[in-house]
């Protein structure tokens, strides 16, 4: 089996393997906390309903009035400012979920908008991650040159050093302005940056969404919009390092397997008809080289070359297949009196000239 099969394989097996996992240990982290809040929410319904005397059917409809109206708190999700930053959560595929389209012409805009716009976003976003790390491995050449190094040159463990500490950094400064401005605690603000630079995007917790933030906090608007889109050009550099490389080892180990095939080809000699070869076994094929000697000989003269080389007249160069083993072909062979089986008794006449690179065949 390659070495390409090998390895997907083993990445779907470890990928199902680390779903498992997951599961497993998010069931015992969550699900116990889930179902004690599940309770409480259905006590605290059961309180309200009895206080106010609310219906089933009013307690949904006021349900509603409630989720629908949770956007709105921002201020205007649609007006341009609102609507450059539904663009950019398209854009990058983070998709918080905060505000969606209502229309069906919103709607339809939105799929062709992303069609164009994720490919656009996502090579930009690798094109500026080579760029970090190209002027990352100057600025460690440029370090090294001063601190008299032998090795000046900066390697790929150099890189994924720089690069993790300018995603710790981002993180960390972005979780302290989050933090400032959002009134969340500052682990949140950490998960907070983490999930939206990853472009996981749940949607529990999003910025701009209280205070009319949107039209009363330009600045903070400004800040947030360049927070989303350096923090996912230095995590690109970070998939440019890490993931990239896995992901061009597949390419790698193709190239080489062609490169083999090919100097197997080379040197593989085929041949064509049936050739007896000196233990009387016969081998069947076509041959793919050409002789590299020639010898001209009598028209009268019998070939005993059986390959389509050329080097022979035209005349010269029949050919029979035998398809039979070598103890049912005396058929074919001339049947000579007793007397004629003696050795002569005149002057023994020269070995024919046995011409290299021929095969003899019947």
């Not at 906090?217 to 690109?236: N, Q, R, S």
């Not at 009387?280 to 059986?306: F, M, N």
Request: some cysteine.
């Amino acid at each position: 089996m390659k070495k390409q099969n090998v390895r997907t394989l083993s990445l779907i097996v470890c990928t199902f393997t680390y779903l498992l996992i997951g599961a497993a240990v998010f069931d015992a982290l969550e699900s116990k906390t889930e179902n004690q809040r599940k309770i409480v929410l259905q006590e605290i319904q059961a309180i309200v309903r009895r206080k106010y005397n609310i219906s089933d059917e009013d307690f949904r409809i006021m349900e509603t009035i409630v989720l629908k109206s949770e956007p709105h708190r921002a201020g205007q999700q649609w007006k341009f400012t609102g609507a450059f930053y539904y663009a950019t959560t398209v854009l990058t595929t983070i998709g918080y979920g905060h505000s969606t389209p209502s229309t069906i012409s919103g709607k339809l805009f939105t799929m062709f908008y992303a069609i164009i716009g994720i490919p656009l976003g996502l090579v930009m976003f690798q094109s500026i991650g080579e760029r970090v790390n190209r002027l990352s491995s100057v600025i460690i050449r440029s370090v090294k040159s001063s601190l008299h190094c032998r090795q000046t040159t900066a390697s790929e463990l150099d890189l994924i050093c720089v690069v993790t500490f300018l995603s710790s950094l981002t993180i960390a400064g972005g979780a302290a302005a989050f933090s400032r401005y959002e009134g969340w605690s500052y682990f949140d603000s950490v998960y907070y940056c983490f999930i939206t630079l990853t472009t996981i995007g749940f949607g529990d917790m999003v910025a701009l969404q209280k205070d009319n933030a949107l039209s009363q906090k330009p600045e903070y608007v400004m800040f947030a919009l360049i927070f989303i889109l350096f923090g996912l050009a230095i995590v690109a550099a970070s998939l440019n390092l890490l993931v990239l490389r896995f992901v061009t080892m597949n390419t790698e180990d193709e190239r080489r397997d062609e490169a083999q095939a090919m100097q197997a080809l080379a040197g593989a000699v085929r041949l064509e008809g049936d050739v007896i070869t000196a233990n009387g076994s016969i081998l069947s094929g076509q041959l793919g080289h050409h002789c590299t000697e020639t010898t001209s000989l009598d028209p009268e003269d019998t070939s005993v070359c059986s390959c389509p080389c050329g080097c022979l007249p035209t005349n010269s160069r029949h050919r029979f297949t035998v398809r039979r083993s070598p103890t049912q072909i005396r058929h074919l062979l001339p049947v000579l009196p007793m007397h004629e089986l003696h050795p002569p008794q005149g002057p023994v006449l020269p070995t024919p000239a046995i011409y290299p690179n021929h095969r003899a065949s019947i």
